[in-house]
């Protein structure tokens, strides 16, 4: 998948459902997108969940273990917390961010969460 134009088309179905209002285009990303075996599209597929600034998108690539700012790929959980650093408005992120680390069962999600709420806490 290493075709320029391939990963374009890739590019642009992520992005459209990444601003797609419904429901189901967050279902499709994850389904789809963030169980990709390819590196590029799980971390395009965070980007476009993080972009949406919804409470049900910020979910996926902060509440899942292997996925978003838990992903193994350090290129794509630090693409991710990027992409949540840079948000205008962070109250969103910091609600899922504070109820993943009070509530979450898995000690490391919550110990992600919780780093990624001290640096936007800073930024």
């Known amino acids: 998948m290493t075709d320029k ?3 374009k088309n ?3 179905i992520i992005e459209g459902l990444g601003m797609n209002p419904n429901s189901e285009a967050i279902s499709i990303l994850e389904d789809v997108g963030t169980n990709s075996k390819v590196d590029a599209i799980r971390e395009m597929t965070s980007r476009a969940l993080v972009k949406r600034n919804a409470s049900d998108s910020l979910k996926v690539v902060i509440t899942n273990k292997g ?3 838990n992903d193994m790929s350090t290129v794509v959980a630090m693409s991710t917390i990027n992409e949540l650093l ?3 408005d ?3 992120a910091m609600k899922v961010l504070e109820d993943t680390v009070e509530m979450h069962s898995d000690e490391e999600v ?4 919780r780093s ?3 640096l936007m806490a800073l930024s």
């Not at 919550?110 to 969460?113: E, L, P, Q, T, Y």
Request: glycine share 4%.
């Open 5 to 7: 134009k391939t990963i």
């Open 10 to 12: 890739v590019s642009n």
């Open 67 to 69: 996925k978003g700012i």
């Open 86 to 88: 840079s948000l205008q």
């Open 90 to 92: 962070k109250s969103n």
């Open 110 to 113: 919550r110990d992600n969460a």
């Open 116 to 118: 990624v709420k001290a």
